[in-house]
Nanobody, 121 residues
Framework: QVQLVESGGGSVQAGGSLRLSCAAS????????MGWYRQAPGKQRELVAD???????LYADSVKGRFTISRDNAKNTVTLQMNSLKPEDTADYYC???????????????WGQGTQVTVSS
């Protein structure tokens, strides 16, 4: 089992910055991919960014050039640096990790509890 603990959410004005962090703990062989999703009121949850264990990244078009995802494999953490925030970035942000408990085992997806980001005009 894996626990994901998120931090860094809050309220900022448009154009401001926030840094979200997520730390994974528990029992796993490796974490293949870590990422961030967000869900605004009345909308579906969407991928914001993710990063593989090798450092390959993927970003939603809406955040390219503004957000940067990174990870520390030794610490099992993932960070989302959010710059030039816009009101449309307002949402609950969820950390996720795709793990395997043994090398040939199935991939298990875990989620954090969510952290709120509010961007005002």
């Amino acid at each position: 089992q894996v626990q994901l603990v998120e931090s860094g959410g809050g309220s900022v004005q448009a154009g401001g910055s926030l840094r979200l962090s997520c730390a994974a703990s528990g029992t796993f062989f490796s974490i293949n991919t870590m990422g961030w999703y967000r869900q605004a009121p009345g909308k579906q949850r969407e991928l914001v960014a993710d990063i593989t264990s090798g450092g390959s990244t993927l970003y939603a078009d809406s955040v390219k050039g503004r957000f940067t995802i990174s990870r520390d494999n030794a610490k099992n953490t993932v960070t989302l640096q959010m710059n030039s925030l816009k009101p449309e970035d307002t949402a609950d942000y969820y950390c996720n990790a795709d793990t395997v408990r043994w090398v040939t085992g199935p991939t298990m997806r875990y989620w954090g509890q969510g952290t709120q980001v509010t961007v005002s005009s």
